[in-house]
């Protein structure tokens, strides 16, 4: 199944200045899923993981590439129903994490 998205997010603990408008599109196939979106660096990211779901909570795990310095990242994300927090880090600088809605079509 595609699914089309259009996600709004916030960056929690981080200096810099980020994309906060992410479309996206995302390919699911049981519980594999991959896709394309535009990143909070205002760059093209592809991605590809596993997803698990449990009534309305889900947790992503796979891997991210479109990150400035940084070919190959490890994905992860929690959601709940369209709410989802995300791990974020500055290089060298700052942990914090991207939470946001998505909405989908």
């Known amino acids: 199944m ?5 996600a709004l997010s916030l960056h929690i603990g981080l200096e810099g200045d980020y994309n906060e408008i992410h479309p996206h599109i995302r390919y699911n196939n049981e519980n594999y ?12 990211s592809t991605y590809a993981g596993k997803r698990w779901e449990h009534n ?6 796979g891997a991210v590439t479109g990150y400035i310095n940084q070919p190959l990242l490890p ?6 129903n369209n709410f989802f927090i995300a791990p974020a ?3 060298g600088k ?7 809605y998505e909405f989908k079509w």
């Open 33 to 44: 899923i991959a896709g394309v979106y535009y990143n909070s660096e205002s760059n093209i």
């Open 89 to 91: 880090h500055e290089v």
């Open 75 to 80: 994905y992860a994300r929690v959601t709940y």
């Open 56 to 61: 309305d909570f889900g947790v992503e795990l």
């Open 2 to 6: 595609i699914e089309f998205a259009l």
């Open 94 to 100: 700052n942990t914090g994490a991207v939470i946001g």
